[in-house]
């Protein structure tokens, strides 16, 4: 089935560096990506859509500059977080739509900024 | 008041019985989802609903849009059932419950 592979699942940068994180669409193209932030015992909150080919739309009350999002393939879409800080800390998830079935969404990265 | 309300908030069930969780959502909806995520945090898709009833093994689905209203049914739950359910309305975006904590005890 259609399936987004998202790496790294969990990664610990320093505080300051930037983190770059895939979801790559497999057997589908991914035309739409959501990426998601959840913070512990809270809900998933939407931070952006990207497009294949055209600049993400951000939700409001996130940063375009310290979350970037490319979506240059329509099967590869990555959030790079730029100069991290431990507010950053928090798991991101990505999820793309399938024609007729729904969601699929990648299995998450766990983010640790110290 | 949250677009999306989840009850209850944490559920603790003994091996077999019959487990529901209830969601209530306040928005226009094109499908509701409901997802399963396990303590490391993946999520997977359960079912997206837009009208009446869905069944996958034992987990059944259901949606009544005129009350704005699903329910998540588990049979026979298991210790492997323990997750947080969450429920996902989508409208012009996606708004989810804060979920429910399931733990299913031996």
């Known amino acids: 089935g259609a399936v987004v592979s998202q790496h790294p699942s969990w990664v610990i940068c320093k505080s300051g560096t930037s983190v770059k994180i895939e979801c790559r669409s497999l057997?589908?193209?991914?035309?739409?990506m959501f990426w998601y932030r959840q913070f512990p015992k809270q809900s998933l909150m939407l931070m952006a859509t990207?497009?294949?080919?055209?600049?993400?739309?951000?939700e409001q009350g996130v940063e375009k500059d310290k979350f970037l999002i490319n979506h240059a393939s329509l099967t590869l879409s990555t959030l790079t977080v730029t100069s991290a800080h431990p507010e950053d800390s928090s798991f991101y998830i990505c999820?793309?739509?399938?024609?007729?079935?729904?969601?699929?969404f990648g299995s998450g990265t766990r983010l640790t900024v110290v | 008041k949250n677009e999306v309300e989840q009850s209850p908030q944490n559920l603790t069930a003994q091996e077999g019985e019959f487990i529901t969780i209830n969601c209530s959502y306040s928005?226009?909806?094109?499908?509701l989802h409901w997802l399963q995520q396990h303590p490391g945090g993946g999520i997977v898709s359960l079912f997206m609903?837009?009208?009446g009833k869905k069944k996958h093994g034992r987990l059944i689905a259901t949606i009544n849009i005129q009350e704005k209203h699903s329910s998540l049914h588990i049979t026979a739950s298991h210790p492997r059932d323990s997750a947080v359910y969450i429920c996902?309305?989508?409208?012009?975006?996606?708004?989810f419950g804060t979920g429910t904590s399931l733990t299913v005890i031996p």
């Open positions: 999820s793309a739509p399938l024609t007729g079935y729904g969601y699929t």
């Open positions: 609903l837009s009208s």
């Open positions: 996902a309305a989508r409208g012009n975006q996606f708004y």
């Open positions: 990207s497009n294949e080919g055209s600049k993400a739309t951000y």
């Open positions: 928005v226009g909806i094109s499908a």
């Open positions: 057997d589908f193209q991914a035309t739409t």
